[in-house]
């Protein structure tokens, strides 16, 4: 059996953050299709730590000072934290893409090139849905 709960916004529309399904034991099973609690301030939070930490003006100079081991270095310690964020609010599928577009887009605010901003949200998304040992 499927259960839509469904939310009115003021315009007259409708939406359905949360699908509750019943599996073939009889357990009840809910899906939360939307997670708006802080993405946002998350993604940019992780671009202000990434700005921090490798500047702009680094990542996009044609011979980058700093070698590609540090970088990952760098990355990968800046989405650690996504990994526990990822964790304790059980995002899913559409969360994990608000967080992607939000971190993306705050990068090229900041001034990073395309070929950084798509290395970072690869880093993002392996992050998420990695699950710590």
Do not use: C
């Amino acid at each position: 059996m499927v259960y839509f709960l469904t939310v009115r916004f003021h315009d007259g529309s409708y939406v359905s953050p949360l699908i509750e399904l019943h599996n073939n034991l009889g357990e009840r099973v809910i899906f939360r299709l939307f997670f708006t609690g802080g993405i946002q301030e998350f993604a940019r939070s992780l671009a202000e730590d990434i700005a921090r930490r490798y500047p702009a003006a680094i990542a996009n100079s044609p011979e980058p000072p700093v070698s590609q081991r540090r970088r990952s270095e760098i990355l990968g310690d800046v989405f650690s934290q996504a990994t526990l964020f990822s964790l304790k609010n059980k995002l899913g599928i559409l969360a994990r893409i608000r967080m992607e577009s939000a971190l993306k887009w705050r990068l090229k605010e900041m001034g990073y090139d395309e070929n950084f901003i798509a290395l970072a949200t690869e880093y993002l998304l392996a992050s998420i849905a990695r699950k710590p040992k």
